[in-house]
């Protein structure tokens, strides 16, 4: 019902479709920080967003990779995009290996709301398709609401809700995260942002980070990133490290 509705809010933007993004906006992704984009890409645009982490626990190391979301604009303001599985493998430690989900969804942006807030609502689930030691088990649908706040002087915040759903799993089917973010645009290429995350799932200990990087456009339409992430709790990894790289090609419902 929730995917039917969003779909059928597309008829509602096309009255403010100046307020929608454009092909003529510079790329806006959802990495490198958890956070993601309150802003959809445009319409008739093809938007690749991919990323590989290093991440340091106690008992060793670990790789993911290649994080990749493909997003396709749609219609005004309304996009799909879809989680192409991603591998995780230990480095120097035992431990199982395998690839995570696919993962389609579909999201809208409501805003803009007075004041300069941006805001969207993205519907999900990730499809039983990888490993079970990896993903869990059965589909894990989702629901979130990012939302960003440009200040002035090239200062912004924004932040994200998610309610994650696991019906298949026996113990913790339900997990809530938040996110809050303050960044800063430096030049009209560079941006830099630290960001707070936390994971909140039923019956065990939060995972909470910090996370703090930034973002080169080598275009208006290419973006490299880096990130470095370090937990403030035992039940977090002790650091991540990632790279990225993302695209946009437009004009493709010409």
């Not at 649908?141 to 932040?159: A, F, K, M, N, T």
């Not at 913790?172 to 799932?201: C, N, W």
């Given at each position: 019902?929730?995917?039917?509705?969003?779909?059928?809010?597309?008829?509602?933007?096309?009255?403010?479709?100046?307020?929608?993004?454009?092909?003529?906006?510079?790329?806006?992704?959802?990495?490198?920080?958890?956070?993601?984009?309150?802003?959809?890409?445009?319409?008739?645009?093809?938007q690749n967003e991919n990323g590989v982490n290093l991440t340091g626990r106690d008992v060793g190391r670990s790789i993911d990779g290649s994080n990749s979301r493909w997003r396709l604009g749609i219609a005004p303001c309304l996009e799909v995009l879809v989680d192409l599985p991603t591998w995780f493998g230990s480095v120097r430690s035992p431990g199982v290996s395998g690839f995570s989900d696919v993962a389609p969804a579909i999201k809208w942006q409501i805003s803009p709301l007075p004041g300069k807030i941006d805001l969207s609502i993205t519907a999900g689930v990730a499809l039983p398709t990888g490993a079970a030691a990896i993903a869990g088990r059965g589909a894990q649908?989702?629901?979130?609401?990012?939302?960003?706040?440009?200040?002035?002087?090239?200062?912004?915040?924004?932040?994200?809700?998610?309610?994650?759903?696991?019906?298949?799993?026996?113990?913790?089917?339900?997990?809530?995260?938040?996110?809050?973010?303050?960044?800063?645009?430096?030049?009209?290429?560079?941006?830099?942002?630290?960001?707070?995350?936390?994971?909140?799932?039923?019956?065990?200990?939060?995972?909470?980070?910090?996370?703090?990087?930034?973002?080169?456009?080598?275009?208006?339409?290419?973006q490299f990133d880096l990130h470095v992430a370090f937990g403030l709790n035992r039940n977090s990894p002790n650091y991540i490290v990632g790279l990225g790289y993302s695209f946009r090609v437009d004009g493709l419902f010409r």
């Open positions: 019902m929730l995917l039917a509705a969003l779909t059928a809010a597309a008829a509602t933007t096309a009255a403010r479709a100046d307020g929608c993004p454009k092909p003529s906006d510079e790329i806006a992704t959802d990495r490198p920080d958890v956070t993601n984009s309150s802003i959809v890409v445009p319409v008739g645009s093809l649908p989702y629901i979130q609401l990012p939302w960003s706040w440009e200040l002035h002087d090239g200062w912004g915040v924004s932040g994200m809700l998610t309610e994650f759903f696991r019906p298949a799993e026996p113990t913790g089917q339900h997990m809530s995260e938040a996110t809050f973010v303050i960044e800063r645009k430096l030049t009209e290429r560079i941006s830099v942002f630290t960001e707070y995350v936390g994971d909140y799932p039923d019956g065990t200990r939060p995972i909470q980070l910090i996370n703090s990087g930034g973002m080169y456009r080598l275009t208006p339409t290419q």
